[in-house]
């Protein structure tokens, strides 16, 4: 698991990893609605992490802990 930032506004994220200095558009996200936020998100680059959902964040930026499903190439 890594600690993540996400930041922006609503249907409009962005993904950092502080520990390697990766910043990336979240151009998809599982869950995006007030009740139910998270869930496996891909970046721009082709890499997939998951974020355990839960209600969407009162304001951004949110730091979390996600697991990596997949790196990018």
């Known amino acids: 698991m890594a600690n993540i930032m996400i930041q922006g506004s609503k249907g409009a994220y962005v993904f950092y990893l502080p520990k390697r200095d990766l910043e990336d558009n979240i ?3 599982e869950f995006d609605t007030p009740e139910k936020w998270g869930g496996e998100i891909r970046l721009n680059n082709g890499g997939t992490y998951y974020i355990e959902p839960q ?3 009162a304001r951004l930026p949110i730091s979390l802990r996600a697991k990596r499903l997949d790196a990018a190439e």
């Open 27 to 29: 151009v998809s996200m």
């Open 55 to 57: 209600a969407a964040p």
